[in-house]
């Protein structure tokens, strides 16, 4: 069993930047394919980052450049920092998991380096809104 539990998030101004994070705790050591997923009102979830167990990271082209994501292994936390913020950036920003033997998410990774949110656990959820 997983359970995840985003913090941060808010709101900010175009061009700024927001940082979110996700407590990762599981009852059983398992190397896991994390990663972020955003839904805005009226659009399916989209994969924004992920990071797989040897640490290989993977973007949206949407936010390829913008976007870091990175996780503190001795602590379980995931990172997603979020920089140049633009106003369709605006979503819910869920943190999710999917394991052994998807470790290396290859049930998120499409041959066309999309990401598909193929995850079997996620987070409740954290908003960030940019305005304008």
């Known amino acids: 069993q997983v359970q995840l539990a985003e913090s941060g998030g808010g709101s900010v101004q175009a061009g700024g930047s927001l940082s979110v994070s996700c407590v990762v705790s599981a009852n059983t050591y398992r190397t896991y394919c994390m990663g972020w997923v955003r839904q805005a009102p009226g659009k399916e979830r989209e994969g924004v980052a992920v990071?797989?167990?040897?640490?290989?990271?993977s973007y949206s082209d949407s936010v390829k450049g913008r976007f870091t994501v990175s996780q503190d292994n001795a602590k379980n936390i995931l990172y997603l920092q979020m920089n140049n913020l633009k106003p369709e950036d605006t979503a819910m920003y869920y943190c999710?998991?999917?394991?052994?033997?998807?470790?290396?998410?290859?049930?998120?990774?499409?041959?066309?380096?999309?990401?598909?949110?193929?995850?079997?656990?996620w987070g409740q959820g954290t908003q960030v809104t940019v305005s304008s």
């Open positions: 990071i797989d167990s040897d640490g290989t990271t």
């Open positions: 999710a998991a999917d394991m052994y033997p998807y470790n290396n998410c290859q049930r998120v990774r499409r041959y066309d380096g999309a990401l598909v949110p193929n995850f079997v656990y």
